[in-house]
């Protein structure tokens, strides 16, 4: 793993007539991974036949996803030979959705292997993926292939005077199949009047199919206004179905502000269903001014030590090892 991560092409190409490829580490990481999100077009091809191409680590990504994050274009071109590309990750994303703000080429390599009604946990598509970002790509498609609710949620004029008459006549906590309320919906995209209308008489609390809370939705997105309405009602230590709470949410999706907002309210050190902590998945996702805060307050074990590894920058991998070093003592003495 170590010199797939490296690059070290002779030195893969020597391990393989020995090493099981296959291997994931604790967090699910894999060889073929470590090569594809650094954009090792040589070693991806040695590993790609002697991989799984299609294995997620704990939080859904596959090589592929990687790849497409980091704009690789040659990588994701030799992914999509074996890949699918129709994997969803923990938050519901695929791989089309994470390349919507990045390559065009990549966007087209993966339109033709792509579902592109796909939805991820707050119900968004790839056109509204790709219709955040500006990006043009998504016009190659048919319009018979994007079914109506693109064409809803894209073009929703959020009129206050309807929310008001709808609340006198409809059950404001009423759920669509995937268990979505009209706040959850709100909150997912920041429309904080709306927020604060339904507020009146909605349930705050109430989780759809995968256990998302309206909290969630706007942490995750950074809506920090509509987080602070939330905040008098909520629950903070509801989880979804993966044990992530909204701070988890928060930490992940790089939200500084809402991160602030919620840091002294939340037990930071709670393990999600796979064990990891909020700070685990700010590392995982390489945002450091989310690790530098939450280390103010988090225990920092051998398991963050290990995300720093495999997915941290130099700079947080720097900072963590320099706590870890002298036994966390900040934290034990204002906790302990």
Request: charged share 20%.
């Amino acid at each position: 793993m170590g010199a797939c991560s490296g690059g070290h092409v002779e030195v893969v190409r020597l391990l393989l007539r020995t090493e099981d490829a296959t291997i994931q580490n604790c967090l699910g990481f894999t060889s073929l991974m470590a090569a594809s999100s650094r954009g090792h077009t040589e070693i991806v091809r040695l590993v790609l036949g002697k991989s799984d191409v299609n294995a997620v680590d704990v939080v859904g990504w596959t090589s592929l996803m990687y790849a497409c994050k980091n704009n690789h274009v040659e990588v994701v071109r030799l992914l999509l030979t074996e890949a699918d590309a129709t994997i969803q990750n923990q938050l519901g994303c695929t791989a089309l959705m994470i390349a919507s703000s990045g390559n065009t080429e990549i966007s087209r390599l993966l339109l033709a292997k792509s579902d592109v009604n796909a939805r991820d946990i707050v119900g968004c598509t790839p056109l509204m993926y790709f219709s955040s970002h500006g990006r043009p790509e998504i016009s190659r498609l048919s319009p018979e292939s994007i079914d109506n609710l693109n064409l809803t949620v894209v073009s929703t004029d959020h009129n206050q005077e309807i929310v008001r008459f709808l609340l006198d006549t409809v059950e404001v906590n009423a759920q669509d199949r995937n268990g979505w309320t009209a706040l959850m919906y709100a909150s997912r995209f920041g429309i904080l009047e709306i927020v604060r209308l339904l507020l009146r008489r909605a349930d705050a609390d109430k989780q759809n199919m995968c256990g998302i809370t309206a909290l969630m939705c706007c942490s995750a997105n950074g809506h920090s206004e509509s987080v602070k309405l939330l905040m008098d009602v909520a629950d903070f230590d509801l989880r979804d179905e993966h044990g992530w709470t909204a701070f988890m949410y928060a930490s992940y999706e790089g939200k500084l502000d809402i991160v602030k907002l919620l840091l002294s309210v939340v037990d930071v050190n709670v393990l999600d269903y796979n064990s990891c902590t909020a700070l685990t998945l700010a590392i995982m996702n390489d945002t450091f001014d989310i690790v530098e805060v939450i280390t103010t307050r988090a225990f920092i074990t051998e398991l963050e030590l290990l995300a720093c590894y495999d997915y941290g920058s130099l700079e947080i991998s720097t900072r963590l090892h320099e706590l870890f070093s002298i036994g966390n003592d900040s934290f034990r003495r204002n906790h302990f």
